[in-house]
């Protein structure tokens, strides 16, 4: 597989550094997802706790960090968490942390999972919960036109964005030519007239681009992928959901090429 290189490169990526907060603190909500935030070791400014199936599981997993819990009835945690399917349990956090782009060229990264532009938090919390699963090694958020990693976000994921490397970066298409530089190639998901993925010849170090809701892939984000590559689908049938697609195309480029992590 041999093909030119921009002239960007490492350089760019660095340029494109994504290890700043979030916008605002996480208000992390939901049984799966306050468990997943204890069992990270990410500091918690507060944790409330009511009635719920799992309230003695959540008491004990904060006693083994020390952290004392705020006992709450059901509307005060409901407008804790702005959402009436808090659980029995809320927890207040620092803003998400990304990491540097840096750690995702780093040789232990085999595979990176490029979201162009998804806006629904809770499509974003599906597809990382899906690369959690599927063992991507990082994923790379741009940091506009995208929502980024919020408590909707993580109610959605289940708690499981705690345990990915996640880079958000100012320059999409820099931090890409950057991957590539580092030896990943890159398979944009298109919806029709690509190579259908079950007939591609995977690369050792994929780096698998999904664009947002309706728009898809951006033109110049399209253009710097080296493949496009389609889900083959029945006659008739449009497009998916863009959080099934990328489980769909995950599990294909990571489990059949052998390259999770």
């Known amino acids: 597989m041999a093909r030119g290189r ?14 700043g907060a ?8 939901g049984a799966n997802a306050v468990l997943e935030l204890l069992a990270s070791g990410q500091p918690i400014s507060r ?17 083994r960090r020390g952290i004392v819990v705020e006992t709450v009835d059901g509307g005060g945690l409901e407008r804790l968490a702005g959402s009436p399917h808090h659980q029995g349990v809320v927890a207040e956090a620092p803003p998400f942390r990304y990491v540097d782009i840096e750690r995702l060229l780093a040789p232990d990264c085999g595979s990176v999972l490029i979201l162009d532009g998804i806006q629904d938090p809770r499509n974003l919390g599906a ?10 090694g990082g994923v790379v958020l741009p940091q506009d036109r995208s929502v980024g990693v919020t408590g909707v976000v993580v109610a959605s994921a289940a708690g499981l964005v705690f345990g990915l490397r996640i880079a958000r970066v100012p320059n999409l298409v820099r931090a890409m030519e950057g991957l590539r530089e580092a030896g990943f190639w890159l398979l944009g998901l298109v919806p029709r007239d690509g ?10 170090r994929p780096g698998l681009v999904i664009g947002g809701e309706g728009g898809g892939l951006r033109p110049l984000v399209r253009r710097t992928c080296d493949f496009a590559v389609s889900i083959p689908m029945a006659a008739g049938v449009e497009s998916l ?3 099934v697609a990328a489980g769909i195309a995950l599990y294909e480029v990571l489990l059949r090429g052998g390259t999770r992590g």
Not at 6 to 19: E, I, V, Y
Not at 22 to 29: F, I, K, P
Not at 195 to 204: E, N
Request: charged share 30%.
């Open 6 to 19: 921009t002239t960007s490169g490492r350089a760019g990526a660095r340029r494109d550094r994504g290890a």
């Open 22 to 29: 979030a916008d605002a603190s996480l208000r992390v909500y």
């Open 47 to 63: 944790l409330s706790i009511g009635r719920g199936p799992r309230e003695s599981e959540l008491r004990e997993a904060a006693a």
């Open 127 to 136: 597809v990382l919960r899906t690369a959690r699963a599927a063992g991507v």
């Open 195 to 204: 190579t259908p993925l079950d007939r591609l010849d995977l690369p050792s």
């Open 241 to 243: 959901n863009v959080s």
